[in-house]
T-cell receptor, first 108, second 113 residues
Framework: RKEVEQDPGPFNVPEGATVAFNCTYS??????FFWYRQDCRKEPKLLMSVYSSGNEDGRFTAQLNRASQYISLLIRDSKLSDSATYLCVVNPTDKLIFGTGTRLQVFP | DAGITQSPRHKVTETGTPVTLRCHQTENHRYMYWYRQDPGHGLRLIHYSYGVKDTDKGEVSDGYSVSRSKTEDFLLTLESATSSQTSVYFC????????????FGPGTRLTVT
């Protein structure tokens, strides 16, 4: 079983839609969780950290469920510019483990 | 954007030749990392550094070596490039350990023929 698993997608959604991604992780000792965004042929960029209590940044909401070992990312009112691959990242030890990403395509 | 540059940005080389990739940062961050990214795999850690002259192996370190003689520079060397090392290589930096956010350079696209 992979340490971090994500649905690769693609998720094709119209502008204005709400879309959610889940990511599961295998090591219950993981302490830090992040979502990164990666545009095609570009470097990953930190989108947001994920806190135990959940957190929101504008149209983006991240949640952590330790009991079920998954984190989620919700994007409301999708924009064309949200089209990208979203990487789930956890740290089960002293290294970050990256998921393979979920691709989102927002269409007009 | 964090001040991280990588050079070269693109390189094509032949099997068996040595290759050195450079990562340069202007943030004075202590931690630096080298990853490779391949289709079907997440970013995989090759080597990392937690200070000048302090380095350690990551998940996929075979065939790679690193050096860090200055805070701002972290070099990745492929001693004898193989086709399996064709990949996109990203450097990342962090102010603290890997529990903290990492910031990535623009990447180097390496092709080994």
């Amino acid at each position: 079983r992979k340490e971090v698993e994500q649905d690769p997608g693609p998720f094709n959604v119209p502008e204005g839609a709400t879309v959610a991604f889940n990511c599961t992780y295998s090591n219950s000792a993981s302490q830090s969780f992040f979502w990164y965004r990666q545009d095609c042929r570009k470097e990953p960029k930190l989108l947001m950290s994920v806190y135990s209590s959940g957190n929101e940044d504008g149209r983006f909401t991240a949640q952590l469920n330790r009991a079920s070992q998954y984190i989620s990312l919700l994007i409301r009112d999708s924009k064309l510019s949200d089209s990208a691959t979203y990487l789930c990242v956890v740290n089960p030890t002293d290294k970050l483990i990256f998921g393979t990403g979920t691709r989102l395509q927002v269409f007009p | 954007d964090a001040g991280i540059t990588q050079s070269p940005r693109h390189k094509v080389t032949e099997t068996g030749t040595p290759v050195t990739l450079r990562c340069h940062q202007t943030e004075n961050h202590r931690y630096m990392y080298w990853y490779r990214q391949d289709p079907g795999h997440g970013l995989r850690l090759i080597h990392y550094s937690y200070g000048v002259k302090d380095t350690d192996k990551g998940e996929v370190s075979d065939g790679y070596s690193v050096s860090r003689s200055k805070t701002e520079d972290f070099l990745l060397t492929l001693e004898s490039a193989t086709s399996s090392q064709t990949s996109v290589y990203f450097c990342a930096i962090a102010s603290s350990g890997s529990s903290y956010e990492q910031y990535f350079g623009p990447g180097t696209r390496l092709t080994v023929t």
